[in-house]
């Protein structure tokens, strides 16, 4: 398939320079696909979209009838991330997680940042994820965000920046492992001359984490919590148990007796010393979260409190996840780390500050205003795609509730080509590394990343029609660079910046 | 092993055979119908009946014609005992144990469920019938063996197939009592070709009749009877499914076979013992549709009591003795 009609449309393209030429990284991974017919990639996408039914990798979608499941969409050509560029990612990775434990720490113990004025105590105090519950709480081996899912989006000045951090139970990492386990047996050619990063051992450093967590003596028993066959990632709780071969839990198999955790078996009681949990905060443990919550095990606080049985990620995490909390991090790395920080944030305003509200307030039209607790796209205005009438209505919702807000400039995020009806056009991209927190902190090499398959759309989350790709790493940068370019690997540079 | 995954594989395992067994007797019917003498006509009612739910199927539909009595058993999702109903049931339950099957039965059940759902949505014409009857079977098969050869057979495994064997030995004896209500219907046919062309159908439906023409020859009620009730190695045989039950039920639970720790495993004991010393002509004079009536609701007993033994909910709190040893080493 050519290239010849590729468009660049301005953006940064992920795999095609601003000339058109093909990134030294992505030389072989080109012409690899120039050498195939179009029909033949167009099978093998056909042929991925088979296997994805069939091995019923789906999600459930909420607000549609219970249990519909949908697979999520895959795109056969992958990004390509060059290893130095990586390198430097998963430096400033480390340095934000290192950094956000400690803020954590701090916030549940002497909260000094908020004593030196770092950041405004009424912040923390009426962020909804912040837990007075965790106050005083030594979490084992001080380990708060065990796992974390950062997204990064890639701006048209080809700089990279850090989006959202997702502390809480960030999803999507199974969807890495199986897209890759896909484009192995789609392209087992390009796999075996380049040299990309493996992620297949996500699963085994994730067991080890774990592990790391129980409390002393005896071989521990770990177990995955998930809502249940209804939540919209249960394909992806019931990958993980399997692939770290843990059992895989729901509340209702989870009892707190003597001040440990047990769960029901066909041969009785038998206790549990690490859960990693899929499940909101919120929904935990109705004695100690809300009251009405199903899905939860009564008294598992007391148990975690009482140290016998560690929680990943640690009650208390989502506070990080505020928008408003997201914007002081630059600040937080400082504090903490005496650095500055390696991945910048999005220059982002805090509604609840005057002049960033009047400024938010007279430039809709070109921000995104984010909701500072909602996640999945939900709670969001694009404000160049937005109508008057949309705009309007999120101006009121500021302007009622300044602190629940932030807003950003909106950011053309890069593109990677895309299979569409059978052709390859650019669509936008973002990329979600995994961050494992344990004796060292570790990050999965690539990570997820979602496209939005809409033309010109800049949302990618997979509940408003995402999609995903592979993401390669390559273990060198050099990968091809001596061989020239081909003729004819140029797509068009021309048209109206994006 | 969780109570809520033993449950599930259970079940799980109990839909894939209920769904193989529908197939089954329907294809036998309809290849009857096909040899039928024109005055016999079409005999569709029959199947409604070994399923069991003849009521919902008379509220529903009203009368048993081919067309009704396919879509009822095969592709109806109202009915919970339809092949796609099974189906979709058992890839329910898989879907909430897929870390606890392996990965290939998953894939199995998954593609099984898919195709037999493209097929309802499609419809039956009376050409493809027999071989989608046919692809069902194939299908199950497929899955048991993959089942066989993948899964490590600890307790997972024996729930699997306790729920199999049960399920199986429950179809024998529903298969076995529909010539109960055709016999009704034709009295005069006893002794007749066409008797014979229907025992033979029963054979053929459990896939006994190769099997049994080795070991018996002729075709005879009472040696049908007595294959399909008390064979103790033909693997559709209730005598068999019972005793291959009682294997997997002892291996779960540890106990030596020939005493009993939980009330099913005594049900299941004291059946195995009444099969083994039962005789065909004893069955045949206490009347056989009694005898496979009586046979069903002991085995809804022991399917309730091996629900209360190892799935139902305990609320009974944890016992201070239990697990003192796991405090004592920390």
Request: a negative charge.
């Amino acid at each position: 398939m050519r290239f010849e009609e590729y468009q660049l449309d301005g953006c940064f393209d992920e795999m095609f320079g601003e000339a058109g030429q093909p990134r030294p990284a992505a030389r072989l991974l080109a012409k690899r696909i120039e050498g195939l017919p179009t029909e033949e990639l167009v099978s093998r996408q056909r042929a991925a979209d088979r296997a994805l039914v069939q091995m019923g990798i789906t999600f459930n979608v909420y607000g549609e009838s219970a249990g519909v499941e949908k697979t999520l969409p895959f795109d056969l050509i992958p990004r390509i991330i060059a290893g130095t560029e990586w390198n430097r990612i998963e430096r400033g990775l480390k340095q934000r997680i290192q950094a956000l434990n400690l803020f954590l720490d701090d916030l549940y113990h002497d909260q000094h940042i908020l004593n030196d004025g770092i950041i405004p105590r009424e912040v923390i105090l009426s962020s909804k994820g912040f837990r007075p519950q965790c106050v005083g709480f030594k979490p084992p081996r001080g380990i708060w965000c065990h796992i974390t899912g950062t997204d990064l989006v890639r701006h048209h000045d080809g700089q990279i920046y850090v989006l959202e951090d997702n502390l809480r139970c960030p999803s999507g990492v199974s969807y890495v492992l199986q897209n890759r386990q896909l484009m192995k047996s789609l392209f087992p050619g390009v796999f075996a001359s380049a040299r990309i990063r493996p992620v297949s051992n996500y699963p085994l450093r994730l067991r080890d984490m774990l592990e790391y967590l129980a409390p002393d003596g005896g071989p521990p028993r770990m177990v995955l919590l998930t809502p249940g066959v209804f939540n919209s990632a249960y394909f992806e709780h019931s990958f993980l148990a399997q692939q770290m071969g843990i059992e895989l839990v729901e509340g209702s198999d989870l009892v707190v007796s003597d001040g440990y955790v047990w769960m029901r078996t066909t041969r009785g009681f038998e206790k549990v010393d690490v859960i990693y949990r899929r499940i909101d905060d919120d929904f935990l443990d109705p004695l100690a979260f809300r009251a009405d919550s199903m899905l939860g095990v009564p008294g598992l606080m007391e148990a975690y409190r009482a140290g016998n049985v560690a929680l990943a990620n640690a009650p208390g995490t989502g506070v990080a996840d505020d928008k408003v909390v997201y914007a002081y991090v630059p600040k937080i790395i400082k504090y903490y780390l005496k650095q500055e920080a390696i991945l910048p944030n999005v220059p982002t305003y805090i509604c609840s500050e005057e002049a960033d509200l009047n400024y938010v307030l007279e430039n809709l039209d070109k921000l995104v205003v984010k909701a500072a607790n909602e996640s999945g796209g939900y709670g969001m205005l694009i404000g160049p795609h937005s109508t008057a009438e949309m705009r309007a209505d999120f101006a009121q919702k500021i302007q009622q509730n300044p602190r629940n807000y932030i807003a950003q400039p909106t950011l053309s995020l890069s593109r990677v080509p895309t299979l569409i009806n059978e052709t390859l056009e650019g669509r936008h991209v973002d990329l979600r590394p995994y961050i494992l927190y344990s004796k060292e902190i570790f990050v999965l090499p690539g990570g997820l990343t979602r496209v939005a398959l809409k033309k010109g759309s800049l949302v990618v989350n997979s509940s408003q029609g995402g999609g995903t790709k592979d993401s390669w790493v390559l273990a060198e940068n050099e990968l091809d660079e001596k061989e020239p370019a081909l003729e004819g690997q140029s797509a068009k540079t021309e048209a109206a910046p994006c | 092993m969780l109570s809520r995954v033993a449950d599930s594989i259970y079940w799980m395992g109990c839909y894939v055979e209920r769904a193989e067994n529908v197939a089954r007797f329907i294809d036998v019917n309809l290849q009857l119908m096909l040899d039928s003498p024109d005055y016999v006509g079409q005999q569709w009612e029959p199947l409604v009946f070994i399923s069991g739910d003849h009521e919902d199927f008379a509220k529903r539909y009203g009368k048993a014609t081919q067309d009704n009595v396919l879509k009822f058993l095969a592709f109806d999702y109202e009915n919970p005992n339809s092949i796609v109903s099974c189906l979709r049931a058992a890839r329910q339950n898989a879907r909430s144990v897929r870390e606890i099957i392996s990965s290939e039965m998953w894939l199995q059940l998954n593609k099984f469920y898919l195709m037999v759902k493209s097929v309802a949505e499609q419809g039956l014409n009376l050409d493809s019938m027999h071989q989608f009857f046919d692809e069902v079977k194939s299908a199950s098969h497929l899955f048991n063996g993959i089942t066989e050869a993948t899964m490590t057979h600890g307790e997972g495994w024996h729930f699997c197939r306790l729920s199999k064997q049960l399920e199986r030995a429950d179809k024998t004896s529903r298969i076995l009592d529909v010539k109960y209500f055709i016999l009704l219907r034709s009295v005069t046919d006893v002794g007749t070709a066409w008797d014979d062309i229907q025992w033979a159908a029963v054979l053929r439906s459990t896939s006994a009749f190769e099997m049994y023409r080795k070991d018996h020859g002729r075709i005879t009620p009472k040696g049908v009877v007595d294959y399909l009730l008390l064979n103790r190695f033909f693997p559709r045989a209730i005598h068999h499914c019972l005793i291959s039950a009682r294997e997997s039920l002892h291996s779960i639970s540890g106990t030596p076979i020939g005493s009993y720790k939980n009330p099913a495993e005594k049900l299941l004991g004291q059946l195995c013992s009444e099969f083994s010393y039962a005789s065909v002509d004893e069955v045949i004079a206490f009347g056989l549709h009694e005898y496979l009536d009586g046979l069903q609701v002991k085995m809804n007993h022991i399917g309730t009591e091996i629900h209360e033994t190892f799935f139902a909910k305990k609320t009974a709190p944890v016992r201070h003795g239990l697990g003192m040893s796991q405090f004592q080493s920390q």
